[in-house]
């Protein structure tokens, strides 16, 4: 927050995304309230809601700044062979989980599960958002299988990053997540996949 002379205190916007987009990714959206983010960014709510529309506003804007910190997971490309290629997603998804400044966990995953009848069209964007990894992974994918088969191996990995980010946000280490990703790899190389 910074005070101009003469004038109202003004804040820095890309700094005000970063603050609630670790709030956001620590707590869920239905976990961060109004005064938390105000107090959080030291900004009175008329001031958020000029900035930003609402809070589901600054939650979008949050989710965008989350996305740009690594880029998409499940943007591979197809290595030379698929047991490769789901490893390096697992790998990726595994470095997203651990963040090094201290958040665990995927904010896309884990943010907003439930939320409250006031909230669905936030849900439903996110749910569009994993629908969206399901389908890039499948095509992935589809270099090396039919598309029945490679869809249905993508529901199978997103569920496993969805259970990685879950660990990961109840404390397994790297370590513990990559022999997750082991034990995948061995399961799908086992039925013949790669």
Same mark, same amino acid.
């Not at 970063?18 to 620590?26: G, N, V």
């Not at 990053?161 to 990559?178: H, V």
């Given at each position: 927050m910074k005070t101009r002379r003469g004038g109202p205190r003004t804040f820095d916007r890309d700094? +005000?995304?970063?603050?609630?987009?670790?709030? *956001?990714?620590?707590?869920g959206y239905e976990g961060v309230?109004?005064?938390d983010l105000t107090a959080a960014i030291g900004i009175a709510p008329p001031s958020l809601?000029? +900035? *930003?529309?609402?809070?589901?506003g600054?939650?979008?804007?949050?989710?965008?700044?989350? *996305?740009? /910190?690594?880029?998409?997971?499940?943007?591979i490309k197809p290595t030379t062979t698929l047991h490769e290629t789901i490893? $390096?997603?697992?790998?990726?998804?595994?470095?997203?989980?651990?963040?090094?400044a201290g958040e665990r966990g995927c904010m896309i995953s884990s943010g907003m599960i439930q939320c409250g009848p006031d909230h669905t069209e936030l849900a439903r964007e996110l749910a569009e958002r994993r629908? $969206?990894?399901?389908?890039?992974? +499948?095509?992935? /994918?589809?270099?090396?299988?039919?598309?029945?088969? +490679?869809?249905? !191996?993508?529901?199978? !990995?997103?569920?496993v990053l969805q259970g990685l980010s879950i660990q990961?946000?109840?404390g397994a280490s790297r370590q513990e997540l990559r022999q997750v990703s082991d034990e995948v790899i061995a399961g799908l190389k086992a039925r013949g996949f790669g």
């Amino acid at each position: 927050m910074k005070t101009r002379r003469g004038g109202p205190r003004t804040f820095d916007r890309d700094e +005000a995304i970063d603050i609630a987009m670790r709030l *956001f990714w620590r707590h869920g959206y239905e976990g961060v309230s109004l005064n938390d983010l105000t107090a959080a960014i030291g900004i009175a709510p008329p001031s958020l809601y000029s +900035a *930003f529309g609402s809070k589901a506003g600054l939650y979008r804007e949050a989710l965008e700044r989350y *996305f740009g /910190l690594r880029g998409p997971v499940w943007d591979i490309k197809p290595t030379t062979t698929l047991h490769e290629t789901i490893e $390096t997603l697992l790998h990726k998804a595994i470095d997203a989980v651990i963040d090094p400044a201290g958040e665990r966990g995927c904010m896309i995953s884990s943010g907003m599960i439930q939320c409250g009848p006031d909230h669905t069209e936030l849900a439903r964007e996110l749910a569009e958002r994993r629908n $969206t990894m399901r389908e890039m992974i +499948a095509e992935t /994918l589809g270099h090396w299988l039919d598309p029945e088969r +490679a869809l249905s !191996l993508a529901r199978y !990995l997103v569920a496993v990053l969805q259970g990685l980010s879950i660990q990961a946000r109840d404390g397994a280490s790297r370590q513990e997540l990559r022999q997750v990703s082991d034990e995948v790899i061995a399961g799908l190389k086992a039925r013949g996949f790669g």
